[in-house]
C-alpha cells in the first residue's frame, strides 16, 4: 500500500497541479486585404447574442442576422453568446474557437494587441468608405505604431451616474448633477443621511477598483504612468492619485456615506445601483441601458453627469467598445466579418430607411432608443442619425444635458498603456485598503503599488 | 475539507484510487493472497502466440481506452505545460523558447510570497478547522443505533450543491450589511455587524469555514466506512480489559483508523495547497490580497495576462512543492503507518 499510495499521490499531484491544458494550433490567417474577395463563400461566426432571459434584444438580434444574410447571401453567419470575457478570451484563442468578430472593451484593446491576439486591419479600414469615416479621437484607441486594430462602435467617457429619485427624497436637485468633487461628496453625504442608502458606492475587484481610482486621479489632475517607449513610468504616487484616495477615505469613515461592503465585483455594483441601493456610482457613462433592460431601474430615475474636474483636472478616462477581427479569420473572413460590424452598428449613420426601421423595432422591442454616447462617426452623422429616429427616441435625453455638454469640453484621457491592467490590479488593493481600514496610510500604500508597478513595466 | 478544490482538476482519477485503497485499508480480512497463478512449475518464455492464448489482445483492447482517456485527458496536457513553462507565446504565432525566464518573472512577482503565505495560512487552517470535524461526526454517527443512514445522509448533503452555487450562497450569508445572515442573526442579540470578507484578518477563517462545510460530508463518509469496519470484538476485549471510553477511542479506534487518517490528510494537504474556486468567487483575492492563492496567482498570469509561459511556470513549481511536501509527509509518517 504504501508504494502505491507514492505513486498514486505523485501522479495526482502532477495531475492536479497541472490544470493548464493548452493545445494550440498556429494557425495564422493571411489577412491581405488585396487577397480578399467579397463575393466568395465565407463562413463567419458572429458573437455578442443576447441570452434568452434578455428576450427583447435576442428577438432583434436575430433579426438584424437575418437582414445581414439577405444583404450578402455568399456570408454564413453563425451566432455564439460569446461576449468580451478576459479569461475565456484566452482559452479561445489557445482552442482556436474565437468567434470571426468579437467587441472588447477599450480598457483591453491595448495589451491585445501587445499580444498579437488581434488582426490587423489597416488595409481593409483604408479602402473602405465607412470605415475610413470614424471619429479620428476614439479610433485611437485602437492603433498602434499607426495600424489600426478595431473598429470603435460605442464609445462613452467615465461618468458618475445618480439616482434622481433619491436625490429628489433627499432634497436635492436631480436636473444639477455634481459640478465639483465638492458637491459630489456634499450629496453623496445627504443621500446618506436622509435615505440610509450609501450614498456613494465603487467597485473595487477584478481591477475595476484601480480603473475608477485612474479615473478620479484624472480628475483631480494626475496620470497614472508617464512617458513612452522604452522610458514608461508608474505615477501612483502623484499628488491626484492621493487626492483621488483622500476622496474616498472621506466618503466612507468621515461621511459614513459608502456602506459596508468594500469588496464589490463590477457587476455587484451595477446591481445595486440599479435596485436602488446606491446614490452614486462612478463608471462608464454606458450604463443606462443595462440599467433600464436588465436591472429594471426607472428611465426616469436614472441621472448622469461627468467626472468632477479639478482646478488642474485633465479631462475623463475613455472607454467604449472596440470590434476586433480574430487574428486566425482568413482575408474573407476579415472582409466578411467588417462587413458585419458595419451592417449592426454604423450602417444606420447611412442609411436613413434602416436607422427608422432599427428605432421603430427596439422601440417595439422595448430597448432604450438614443442613449446619448460619444459619437463613433463624425458629429455631423449622429445629429442627422438622431433627426432621422427623432419621434422614435424613448431616453429622457434632457437628463443627459450636463453629460453630453462635456463631450465637447472633457479631452478624453487614454488610459495607462504598458501594463494597464497589472496598474489597476495594484490599485485595487490599495482602494480597498482605504475603504476598509480606517486609518490606511495613503502615501504608503501608493509608494508600495508604485514599486510594485514599476517593477511589471520594467519587466515588460 | 476542501477536497472540493480538487473538483475543477481532473479528480476523477484522484478520487476513484482514494477509494480503491480506502476499500483495500479498511477491509479487515487477511489479505494474504493466495499465488493463483503462479502455480505453473517453470516459468514458460512468453511467445507471441502464447501471449494470445493467454487473452493478450483482449487485455489490449480493454486498456486502450484508458491509455487515449489518460493520455489525452491528462497526461499530454501535463507534457504540453511542462513545454509551455519554457516558452512564451501568444497562442497564435508559433512559440518562442525563452529558457527559464518565466520561472525567473515568477520568483520577481513581490505577489508570490504573498500567496504562499496566504496558501499556507490557508491550509492550516483548513486543517485546524476541517480535520477535526468529519472524524468527530464520524465518530458520532457510528456511536448511533437508530437514524444512523439519515445522518449520513444529512451530513453528505452539501457536497451535493455544485461548489460555485455553495460559495454564492455563503458570499450572501456572510453580507456586510445587517441584512446578511450572519448579521442577522448576530444583530438580534446585539452584536455586529461584522465584515466577515472585508476584513483582513477574517476574510481568510470565513472562507475556510465555509470550504469546510461544503467538504465535511464527503470525509465523514469515508471515515465513517472506516469505522464501520472496526470488529466490535476489539472494543469488547477492550471493554473487559477495563477500557473506558477514551482508552477504547485511544487504543482501539485510532489505530485502526490510521491508514485512513493518514491518507485523508494527505489529500487534504495536496487539495487545499491548491485552493482557488471560494476566495476566487468570494472575495477575489481581496482584501488588499489577502486571500489571493497561488491558484488565483497562476490564474491571473494566464487568463488575465494572457502570460501563459508564467502561469505554466508557477503550476510547475507547485507541483514540484506538492510533491515534495507528499515524500516528506510520507517519510515522517512511515513509523507510525506501519506499525
Redesign the interface.
Known sequence: ??R???L?????????????????K?K?GTQKAADADPKAPVTITISGRPTPDNAASLKSFNAKVEAFKKKYPNVTAKTTEDKWD??TF??K??AGTLPTIMGVPFTDIQ??IG???VADLTDYLAKDDVLSELNADTSKIAKKNGKSYGVVTAAYTMAISYNRALYKKAGLDPDTPPGSWDDLYNNTVAISQKTGTPGLVIA????VGGWIATTMSYGFGSLAQQGSGDSVKATLTSDGMKQALQFLQKVRWQGNAF?????Q?NDDNSKAFGANRAGHVINGGDLYSRMITQFGMKPDDYGIGPIPQADNGLGALGGGTVQIIS??ASANETLAGLNWIKFNSLQQYFDKDLAVSNAKASVADKLPVGVPILPVLSDKLNEQYLGWIKEYINVPRDHFDTYVESFSSLPIVPEPAVKG??TY?SL??VV??VL??KNADIAALLEKAQ??VQ?QID?A | MPLRS?K????T??RG?TDQ?IA??AATTPTAAPPIIAAGPRRRRMTPALWVRRGGISTLLFFVPLLFCFGYF?W???V???V?SFQQ???????TWVGLENFH?VL?D??LLTATLNTLWFTVLAVIIGFPVPVLLATAIAEMRRWRQVASVLAYIPTIIPPVVAVLLWKMFY???ENGLFNAVLHSVGAG?F?W????LSAMPSIVVQATWAGFGQTTIIYLAALMSISPELYEAAEVDGAGILRRAWHVTLPQLR?VIL?ML??QL?GTL?VFTEPFVM???????RTTTL?ML???Y?????D?GR??AL??L??VA??LV??VY?WAT?KW??S
Not at chain 1, 497541472?18 to 494550440?24: H, I, M, P, T, V
Not at chain 2, 470578507?197 to 483582513?200: H, R, T
Request: glycine share 8%; proline share 7%.
Open positions: 500500500m504504501q502505491r499510495t507514492v498514486s499521490s505523485a501522479v495526482l499531484t502532477a495531475t492536479a497541479a497541472f490544470g493548464l491544458s493548452a493545445c494550440s498556429s495564422t478576459a479569461q484566452q482559452a484563442i489557445a495589451s491585445l499580444r498579437g491576439q473595487t475587484t477584478d481591477n456602506g459596508r461592503n468594500i469588496l465585483s487574428p486566425k491592467q497589472e490590479a485595487d488593493s480597498q485598503a476598509g481600514r514599486k510594485d517593477g519587466a | 480538487l475543477h482538476l481532473p479528480a482519477a484522484a484510487s485503497q483495500a485499508s491528462a499530454w496536457p501535463i504540453r505545460s511542462l509551455l507565446t501568444n497562442l497564435v504565432t508559433p512559440a518573472r520577481a513581490p505577489l453580507d456586510p450589511s455587524p465584515g470578507l472585508q476584513n483582513p491508514g491518507l494527505l489529500l495536496i491548491q472575495t477575489a483575492g481581496g482584501p488588499e490580497n491558484l497562476i490564474y491571473r494566464a487568463f488575465v495576462s494572457g501563459y502561469a505554466t503550476s510547475l507547485l507541483a506538492l510533491c507528499s515524500a510520507l512511515r503507518s506501519r
